[in-house]
Structures are given as C-alpha cells and as structure tokens.
C-alpha cells in the first residue's frame, strides 16, 4: 500500500533569512531533506506538507522550495487570510502553483475569527471554483467550524486533528475526547472527511498508545474509513511522541484489518487530495 501522512510540517532553522513569527517548542529545523529521510526510515511514500502558521503564517514559500525539491514526496497547503481582500486572487494564484493541493483556514478560539464573516465566505466559494479542498483548524472551537462547514454544504471541508484540542506537551488532559461527541456528528454532513492526526498525543498510556483505539473506533465507524486520512502532524507533535512513534502503532494495530489500513494510511488521503506520492 501507499502510505501517505496527512499532515507534516518542515521548516528551516529560525534566521533572518527567514524569520519565525513565533517559537514554538519545536525542534530547531526540520528540513525537507530532514523529513523526508525520517519518512524513509519509517515506509513513508510521500506527504500532505501544510505550511506551518505559527511560523510563517501565511507565507508559504519555504513548502514551495521543498516541494520544487521532492516534487514527488510532497504537497503543500497554504493556510490563507480572510482579512486579505485580494483573498480570492490569491487562491486562484496558489492553483498555479506546482504541488498545490488545497488551502487552510484557522479557527482556532484565540483568533476569535467569526465563521460567517465575508473574507471567510469568499474563501470557501474560491475553493469550489478552483477545486480546492479547506483544511479546517477548529479544535476547541467545534461550534464555529460546523457553522462554517454547513453555510458551504459544496465545499470540500477537511477537520483537522481530529477537531480535538491536542496537548503540546505531556500529559493528555484527562477528558482529552470530550469534544468526541460534537466530532462525530460532523460525520452526518457528506462534504467533510477527518484527519486522524496527532490521535498519539491524546493517549494516557505509553507507546505503543493502546488506549486510543475505542475512541477512533467511533471515528471509524461514523466517518467510514473512505474518509478518515491518517497523519502525524509532526512536527508539532514533536513533544509528546517521535516520528516512528507516531507510525508504528498504525502499521502494527489488530485493530484494523489490511483493506482498513490502506484507506486509512493512504487510500482516503490520496482521494481527499486527489495526490499520490512518486518515490524516485
């Protein structure tokens, strides 16, 4: 099978070149070439490589460059700003763009966006008509992200992280699926698919995590596996799990049979994307 992570984010050390706009508690770089020898030693085919916000916000321009360099293990979404006026000419202009598969909304609550508000809307109908699927980032913020995803029942919504707050650092809360309920009923509306992301560093248990399979189960179940991509979301889960930490316990699982795991490590990711890794 093609395994494909849904969710990556490399970066260069934080310079003048290219400056960071926050620190997070991340490694100091992870490189393309850095990432895609860390999919290499674990089986990894090729990856969705989301433009990292808290870095660059809506600058995309270093998943460009590695994206020209490992044309076949990449593609890249740019998160896009609903301020911007010129919104919609930036996703048509990202269209153009070698390795682009999608664009990424933030709706996280600090950013106290409003979901109904015009840049927001001129964004979900410029995905329709230039075919583009949303990421959507609504952790803690579920409300908003159903309000946006039922005003646009056309456009193609994919939740991010699960649509569950996850921890940058140990230990998981202790009702870290609190939010499971408000997810699964996302699962009735038929333009949204999930990525099962980060779902390691939701665990109270040690690797290899055994405690995060009835709750996905319910991810499963309602979703159906068509529309479930698996991803690590390294490497902002650095803290909390390695990168072979966050594979292994997919590929080693009972609980998913062989077909199962296909779609999930690779078969939905490639269909939500329309995007299948070339390994030289």
Known sequence: M??????????????????????????????????VAAMD?????????ISAFSMYRYDASYA?????????????????????????????????????????????????????SPGIDRIARAAVRHDFPVNVLCWGNLDAGTTL?????????????????????????????ADLPKVLELARR????????????????PYPFPDIWDPLARVFEAFGFERCLWGTDWTRAFAVVNYEQAVEPFLRTDRLSDTERAMLMGG?????YRWSPKRG
């Open 268 to 272: 939905a990711c490639a269909k939500a």
């Open 149 to 177: 995803i039922d005003r646009h029942p056309d456009t193609r919504f994919i939740l991010d992280h699960l649509g569950i707050l996850q921890p940058r650092v140990p230990p998981a809360p202790k009702d870290a699926w």
């Open 41 to 49: 030693k674990v089986g990894v085919d090729g990856a969705i490589f």
């Open 64 to 116: 460009m460059e590695v994206q020209q360099a490992h044309p076949g293990r990449f593609a890249i979404v740019k998160p896009v700003d609903p301020d911007d006026p010129a919104v919609e000419d930036v996703i048509a202009a990202w269209k153009a763009v070698p390795g682009a598969v999608g664009i990424r909304i933030m709706l996280t609550p600090e950013l106290k966006r409003d979901p109904e």
């Open 190 to 205: 038929p333009n949204v698919v999930i990525k099962v992301s980060g779902a390691c560093t939701l665990s109270h248990e």
């Open 2 to 35: 093609s395994i494909i992570d849904s969710q990556v984010h490399a970066y260069e050390a934080n310079t003048l070149k290219r400056p960071w706009h926050t620190v997070p508690n991340w490694p100091e770089h992870v490189t393309g070439d850095e990432m």
